[in-house]
């Protein structure tokens, strides 16, 4: 007899303030699905499901967690995620949708993806859905009044783990650039700006649309502080001239088409 799976269902859910959920995930909250969760371990709260909680919905009494530790221990990670995709499969085996809340954007620097295809190499025939929702530099933009991007200015979205060398590099390339889970490196960035002259153009923001929010333009302020870890940098380079590599193709392109 062929096993039946019910669909499994990313929801994203916004960085952090219940009203920015949108209607296709809040519909599927409600649905009956069974809802899963990540944590960073066992019966530690989610920030996920906080944001939920924190729009009204009761969690239900069956919701299961799923621990995602952080660490950059590679065999411990492999084995949570293997075992998080079993445990999902096993729940989508009985035939009910599965909803996986996430923070954020479901496609964006989150767990759902992998999660995701680990649990279709388990069970190739398993249907997925990702609800798209408000990313976190979105959010952070709208609140600080920074514009992302402009007519042909270009934007790049890193996580600042990538080094202050190729950040130093990418601020040369790019107008605007979003640099996300600074924390790690949250002093030395600061000094690349400051030698950048771009402390007062960038900005700072932290846990953006829940109740903790902080938004920090006085970035000089930060040196030494622990910050959490949902946190990111708005840096843009004024002194670049803006959109240079678009508007150059576009007037290349032109003057092929008037040749």
Same mark, same amino acid.
């Given at each position: =007899?062929? %096993? ?7 929801? *994203? ?8 959920? &949108?209607? @296709? ?14 944590? %960073?371990?066992?019966?530690?709260? *989610? ?6 909680? @924190? ?6 009494? #069956? ?6 530790? =952080? ?25 009910? /949708? ?14 759902? !993806?992998?999660? +995701? @295809? ?21 959010? +952070?933009?709208?609140?600080?009044? =920074?514009?992302? +991007?402009?007519? #042909? ?5 890193? $996580?600042? +783990?990538?080094? &202050?060398?190729?950040? /130093?590099? =990418?601020?040369?390339?790019? #107008? ?20 950048? /002259?771009?402390?007062?153009? *960038?900005?700072?923001?932290? %846990?953006? !649309? ?12 930060? %040196? ?6 949902? *946190? ?5 380079? $004024?002194?670049?001239? @803006?959109?240079?590599?678009?508007? !150059? ?11």
């Amino acid at each position: =007899m062929t %096993k039946t799976y019910g669909k499994l269902i990313g929801a *994203s859910l916004g960085p952090g303030d219940p009203e920015l959920i &949108t209607r @296709r995930s809040w519909a599927v909250l409600q649905s009956g699905a069974r809802w899963i969760y990540p944590v %960073k371990k066992a019966e530690e709260i *989610s920030y996920a499901l906080s944001i939920v909680e @924190r729009g009204g919905l009761p969690v239900p009494a #069956d919701a299961v967690e799923l621990v995602f530790p =952080m660490t950059r221990d590679t065999e411990a990670l492999t084995k949570a995620w293997v075992r998080a995709a079993q445990q999902t499969v096993e729940l989508l085996a009985e035939g009910r /949708d599965v909803v996986f809340l996430v923070e954020g954007d479901a496609s964006t620097f989150a767990t759902f !993806g992998h999660l +995701a @295809r680990v649990a279709r190499e388990l069970a190739p025939e398993i249907e997925v859905e990702t609800i798209p929702g408000v990313s976190s530099f979105a959010a +952070a933009a709208a609140t600080t009044g =920074m514009p992302l +991007a402009e007519e #042909d200015e270009t934007l790049a979205i890193i $996580p600042a +783990a990538y080094g &202050t060398g190729v950040i /130093d590099h =990418m601020l040369d390339e790019f #107008d605007t650039l979003i640099l996300l889970k600074v924390k790690p490196l949250l002093d030395e960035v600061l000094e690349l700006l400051e030698r950048r /002259d771009l402390l007062a153009t *960038s900005c700072f923001i932290e %846990k953006v !649309g829940s109740p903790d929010e902080r938004v920090i333009r006085d970035l000089a302020s930060l %040196k030494g502080e622990k910050v959490n870890y949902l *946190s990111l940098l708005l840096v843009q380079n $004024p002194k670049r001239q @803006r959109g240079e590599l678009r508007r !150059g193709c576009r007037q290349r392109k032109e003057a092929a088409v008037n040749a």
